[in-house]
């Protein structure tokens, strides 16, 4: 998914509402600097309120040593990183397409913790595994 053809900062506010949109999303403050948005109470995404360029998101192994190694401004997130979260930070140079696939893969792995009959519940594929 790293794909370098349109370095850009991401744009914050379209992707809070990219992440709005995904099935069964809650959306809430934690840490009471953290906008949370979670599926059936997993985390998958969060963004930071005092910086408006900071923000992170679950990814899966692979994907965690490819930001991480590969893309300059994606770190190991600070007290998360061994869950497989990556934090990206204000001078991340990512397309915001990518990003969202970033995030629709986040809402995917931890949609995929749930239950299926939970998954049902929240409009959601059971098996619908990510990639």
């Known amino acids: 998914m790293a794909n370098r053809t349109s370095k850009t900062r991401p744009?914050?506010?379209?992707?809070?509402?990219?992440?709005?949109?995904?099935?069964?999303?809650?959306?809430?403050?934690?840490?009471?600097?953290?906008?949370?948005?979670?599926?059936?109470?997993?985390?998958?995404?969060?963004?930071?309120?005092?910086?408006?360029?900071?923000f992170g998101f679950l990814c899966d192994d692979d994907d965690f040593d490819l930001l991480t190694e590969e893309v300059e401004g994606v770190i190991p997130a600070p007290y998360a990183a061994r869950l497989g979260w990556v934090k990206v930070t204000r001078d991340a140079l990512m397309s915001n397409a990518e990003v969202k696939a970033y995030m629709a893969k986040a809402h995917r792995i931890a949609a995929s913790k749930l239950s299926n009959k939970k998954q049902r519940e929240?409009?959601?594929?059971?098996?619908?595994?990510p990639a």
Not at 28 to 43: A, C, E, L, P
Not at 122 to 129: A, D
């Open 122 to 129: 929240l409009g959601i594929e059971p098996g619908n595994e």
């Open 11 to 54: 744009r914050r506010t379209g992707l809070k509402n990219y992440c709005r949109k995904l099935a069964g999303v809650t959306e809430d403050i934690k840490w009471t600097d953290n906008y949370v948005f979670s599926v059936g109470g997993r985390m998958f995404a969060t963004f930071n309120i005092d910086d408006e360029k900071e």
